[in-house]
């Protein structure tokens, strides 16, 4: 196990140099200068060559690409993500203020869909081609189809300026803006109310997910269900609850919970349609707001952040293998 922690470590290190590298190229390749920008104001009017030099000079874009790549890696180095062209403030404030919203938000999403997906899917395979089995396709299908802007945009129609213009019980009724008070016990369990303010964005992050996590549980459930080890178990008098729990569940979650890790790193950051209809200041929607700003240290920044949650989500996805199928081994072999 330490050997292969150590081995996903450096190659998180070497994926992490190597999407800062990549994004800082593709970013000041592109033929804008955000000064030059800034000091027109976004107008079309000309700028004062002597602001643009002067803002030239404070970003640090003054100095050769390679003496700015340099001094980029070096201040990362030192846990310096940069400060905004924009705001002025360090990009590590940023992240602070942005990434715990996305991290709530993500976690409850993973939380929902994985509790329902796999219910749903499991139930599914044990009762092939009943009506649960064709009710429980048919809405993965269709939650899968419809597109995660209008199902916000209709949730939060529905259940929030809807219900409250004709005073529906309080139960149905949800705010539809913001994440509110920041009241959170242990980082991530809303207290005192809050919890209404995560109802919508969450529902609507995990809708897909949970779709496509029922159709992959089936999936896998009825495949494991016809191998070998499972006909004897049941040649051997076991009884089916048994036979499910112990043979077929656990061999049939290693492509489930790959689907749970990529999913988790994702929506950190690229929930972006849902906190944009939510108004939610997350990392998906600031990195967003980042890149149209020409503001390239906060995207930077901020991407780097989302890559090492994809990579840390990707790891635990890998030490639960180990879990779910003995055959794998994390050692040294």
């Known amino acids: 196990m330490g050997s292969f922690l150590l081995r996903r470590s450096l190659q998180l290190i070497f994926v992490l140099w190597g999407g800062a590298t990549l ?21 079309n ?40 062209y924009v705001t002025r403030e360090p990009v590590s404030d940023i992240v602070a203020e942005t990434l715990p919203h996305s991290l709530r938000l993500a976690f409850w999403a993973i939380l929902v869909e994985s509790a329902i997906g ?8 044990r009762k092939r081609n009943s009506a649960g089995d064709w009710v429980t396709t048919i809405t993965a299908v269709v939650l ?3 597109p995660v802007f209008v199902l916000a945009y209709l949730i939060k129609q529905v259940t929030g300026v809807y219900a409250f213009q004709h005073d529906w019980p309080e139960w149905v009724r949800f705010p539809t803006l913001g994440y509110g008070p920041d009241e959170y016990a242990l980082g991530v369990v809303p207290i005192n109310g809050t919890w209404r303010y995560l109802v919508q964005p969450v529902f609507v992050l995990a809708s897909v997910g949970t779709a496509i996590l029922a159709r992959i549980t089936r999936t896998s459930m009825l495949e494991t269900m016809r191998l070998d080890h499972v006909r004897t178990a049941r040649a051997k008098g076991l009884t089916e609850k048994r036979v499910m729990r112990k043979h077929v569940r656990r061999n049939a979650m290693i492509p489930v919970v790959t689907v749970i890790g990529i999913d988790f790193g994702t929506l950190v950051g690229a929930a972006i349609l849902t906190e944009t209809v939510f108004n939610l200041p997350g990392l998906g929607s600031q990195i967003v707001n980042s890149a ?4 390239a240290p906060v995207v930077l920044g901020l991407t780097l ?3 090492l949650v994809y990579g ?3 790891m635990a996805v890998d030490i639960s293998y180990a879990y ?9 072999d």
Do not use: C, W
Request: proline fraction near 7%; charge should be negative.
């Open 144 to 146: 899968s189809a419809i």
């Open 292 to 295: 149209k700003a020409f503001d």
């Open 23 to 43: 994004l800082f190229f593709l970013f000041y390749a592109l033929p804008t200068n955000p000064a030059e920008q800034f000091a027109s104001g976004g107008g």
């Open 118 to 125: 796999i219910s749903a899917g499991a139930l599914s395979a």
């Open 312 to 314: 840390l989500a990707s």
């Open 324 to 332: 779910f199928d003995p055959r794998v081994k994390l050692g040294d």
């Open 305 to 307: 952040i989302v890559t």
């Open 45 to 84: 009017r000309a700028p004062d060559p002597q602001v643009v030099a002067n803002l030239e000079h404070q970003m640090g874009i003054d100095k050769p690409l390679s003496e700015q790549y340099v001094n980029y890696m070096t201040d990362l180095l030192h846990g310096d993500l940069g400060t905004s």
